[in-house]
C-alpha cells in the first residue's frame, strides 16, 4: 500500500487504483495524477503547489472537467506570496530573510504557510520573532482604574 492510502482523508469506499483507462491520463495534467484525484483529494493536494502551479490547476480544471467544487477551492487558495519568489524558496532562506523583517510581514508568512505547506520550521520562526518583537517593544500604558469602569463620566 502506499503512504496516500493510510492517510486518514482517504475514503474506503475509493478504489486502490483507477481503472485501466484513466491510469493513463490525458498527458497535460497540471500534476502526475491529477486527472485520477477525487475532488476531495484535489482540494488536500493544493495546499503543496506553488501560486504559478495552482494557475496551472485552474487553467486545466477549466478547460476539461471545469467542477465548480475544484475551482471555488482554487479561488479560494490564490493568494498573494508574503514577497516575490517566496515559493520558490527554501525553508532556511525564508527563515534568514525573516531576522530582518517587520510585524506584518512575520503575520503574512504565518498566515501563507497556515495556508499551504505549513512548514512547522517556517510557522515557529516566525512567530518566535513576532513574541521578541513584542517583548522588545516599550511597554504600553495601561490606563488607570475607574470604579464603575468609567462609564458614568459621560452621564
Not at 32 to 46: C, K, Q, T
Not at 57 to 68: G, L, V, W
Not at 90 to 116: G, Q, S, W
Not at 126 to 149: F, N
Request: charged share 30%; net charge negative.
Amino acid at each position: 500500500m502506499s503512504l496516500r492510502e493510510h492517510l486518514p482523508h482517504r475514503h474506503h469506499d475509493e478504489p486502490a487504483a483507477p481503472p485501466p483507462a484513466a491510469a493513463a491520463g490525458s498527458g497535460d495534467e497540471p500534476f502526475p495524477g491529477y486527472d485520477r484525484m477525487s475532488v476531495h483529494d484535489l482540494n488536500e493536494e493544493f495546499h503543496h503547489h506553488t501560486q504559478a502551479q495552482l494557475d496551472e490547476c485552474e487553467e486545466y480544471e477549466r478547460s476539461h472537467q471545469n467542477r465548480k467544487a475544484v475551482l471555488n477551492k482554487l479561488r479560494y487558495m490564490h493568494t498573494r506570496q508574503p514577497w516575490q519568489g517566496y515559493d520558490e524558496m527554501a525553508p532556511e532562506e525564508i527563515v534568514a530573510r525573516l531576522e530582518n523583517a517587520d510585524d506584518p510581514t512575520l503575520k503574512r508568512v504565518r498566515d501563507y504557510e497556515h495556508k499551504f505547506e505549513n512548514r512547522p520550521e517556517i510557522v515557529m520562526a516566525a512567530m518566535d520573532l513576532h513574541h521578541q518583537k513584542l517583548a522588545s517593544a516599550p511597554p504600553r500604558e495601561v490606563p488607570a482604574y475607574q470604579p464603575g469602569g468609567g462609564s458614568h463620566d459621560k452621564l
